[in-house]
């Protein structure tokens, strides 16, 4: 789809109209020295770099455990950290602001008890059964919870892989979030680069081999 040069490019371009949309023109660095390059042309640096795996640093590893939100189509609409020992279900509601509908999640968010809370926000969550329970719902809908669930492992995946998320090193919580939004929005403008394929997630066509 892109040569090299063309995808940084249509990054740039990307980041530079949306960026203008909301900062409505005023610059994100407001003191100290006019920097050589624009915000634009160094968050489209960091966008490129992180698609091209180019993300290391030596700072310190510091561990913690990553929830998302994932629309249908496989954009990340929502993202919050919590220490390794963290609940899962207490971090659910970081991030399901603004959602109403089916929520699918994994077997950690099973509970009856979440499951109400949920439904007092207009939000249906359905999980994957454990082998010691039995599932009573129509299996056409099991059948399409595991599809997004492949939809959702396919995009952690990416994560993994192609954006190291879980190889961030920081020196504090403040450079780890960074990092970490960094590369969820490398993820989110290679979907918005790719939005006229089949499948948007298939970056391997945005630069061929």
Request: aromatic share 10%.
């Given at each position: 789809m892109f040569?090299?040069?063309?995808f940084i490019m249509a990054?740039?371009?990307?980041?530079?109209?949306?960026?203008?949309?909301?900062?409505?023109?005023?610059?994100?660095r407001q003191r100290g020295f006019a920097p050589s390059l624009t915000d634009s042309e160094v968050i489209t640096m960091e966008i490129v770099g992180e698609f091209r795996g180019?993300?290391?640093?030596?700072?310190?590893?510091?561990?913690?455990?990553?929830h998302l939100v994932i629309s249908a189509v496989?954009?990340?609409t929502g993202f919050t950290l919590t220490p390794a020992n963290g609940s899962e279900r207490e971090a659910v509601w970081d991030i399901i602001s603004g959602i109403?509908?089916?929520?699918?999640g994994d077997k950690g968010y099973i509970s009856g008890e979440l499951g109400e809370q949920l439904q007092a926000s207009h939000?249906?969550?359905?999980?994957?059964?454990?082998?010691?329970?039995?599932?009573k719902r129509d299996k056409s809908f099991v059948r399409l919870l595991t599809r997004?669930?492949?939809l959702i492992e396919t995009v952690i995946g990416q994560l993994c892989e192609r954006f190291n998320f879980e190889k961030v090193r920081a020196?504090?919580?403040?450079?780890?979030?960074?990092?970490?939004?960094?590369k969820l929005l490398a993820h989110t403008v290679c979907i918005w680069l790719n939005r006229q394929s089949l499948d948007p997630l298939q970056f391997e066509q945005l630069i061929p081999e």
């Open positions: 040569d090299t040069e063309d990054v740039f371009c990307c980041i530079d109209d949306f960026l203008e949309e909301i900062t409505q023109g005023r610059p994100l180019l993300d290391s640093d030596k700072d310190i590893w510091m561990y913690f455990r990553d496989g954009v990340i109403r509908g089916l929520l699918i939000l249906n969550l359905q999980t994957p059964k454990r082998s010691n329970m039995k599932d997004f669930r492949r020196r504090d919580v403040w450079h780890l979030t960074s990092r970490l939004n960094r």
